[in-house]
């Protein structure tokens, strides 16, 4: 960033000056709004570009799964239940147990040594979702689903909200309030009087 990269000369020779002060004196606020922005921005762009490759590993490990049960291949590593509903997941797509189950039978995964197979993957779905790996969506009508559990997009905190969070505080402590407090005046005093006390 131009505005960190500013170049200070000190007129008096053999002047002991703090360089943090000078520092802080010449970044201004604008500033660093400017870096607060430029590092909320790429963190946005790192987030969204994680979720394009997410999603593009989840459609390339469907179609390497697919291809091998089409050529007859046999898996080297066996795939658990849960490894399995976790890249079947991944494409961010929200899904009931049954769509699920689907998904994984069209992967090539074999649910037929389940009892059943219905079952397991309920009980693995709110595992992971107890696990916060995956959310669970209500619906009003239809079955509910399951989608995966995003990283949070951060929001930046501008005086005014952080005022307004410090007074919607202030206002639910007053809500929960029993007894009237005492003024601030009478609280100094007995203050005083208290400490005058504990020296005698």
């Known amino acids: 960033m131009s505005g960190f990269s500013r170049t200070y000369t000190i007129a008096a020779p053999g002047l002991d000056t703090d360089l943090h002060d000078v520092y802080k004196s010449a970044v201004s606020e604008a500033d660093y709004r400017t870096a607060l922005a430029a590092a909320v921005k ?3 762009e790192l987030g969204a570009r994680r979720r394009e490759i997410d999603d593009r590993l989840a459609q390339l490990s469907q ?7 089409l050529l007859g ?14 890249l079947v997941m991944r ?10 189950r689907d998904r994984l039978r069209a992967i090539g995964f074999d649910v037929s040594k389940y009892a059943n197979d219905l079952a397991a993957v309920h009980t693995i779905l709110k595992r992971l979702n107890g696990a916060g790996e ?11 689903q399951y989608t995966l559990n995003r990283a949070v997009v951060p929001v930046v905190m501008t ?3 952080v005022q307004a969070m410090h007074e919607n505080t202030a206002e639910r402590e007053a809500m929960r309030a029993t007894e009237e407090p005492e003024p601030p005046g009478r609280r100094r005093r007995a203050a005083r009087r208290r400490i005058g006390k504990a020296k005698r």
């Open 134 to 144: 995956l959310r669970f969506v209500p619906r009003q009508s239809g079955p509910h």
């Open 91 to 100: 494409s961010g797509v929200p899904m009931t147990p049954v769509e699920v």
């Open 73 to 86: 291949y046999q898996e080297t590593v066996p795939l658990g239940l849960t490894d399995a509903i976790r």
């Open 63 to 69: 179609t390497i799964g697919t291809l091998n049960r």
């Open 159 to 161: 005086k005014d909200i």
């Open 42 to 44: 790429e963190y946005e």
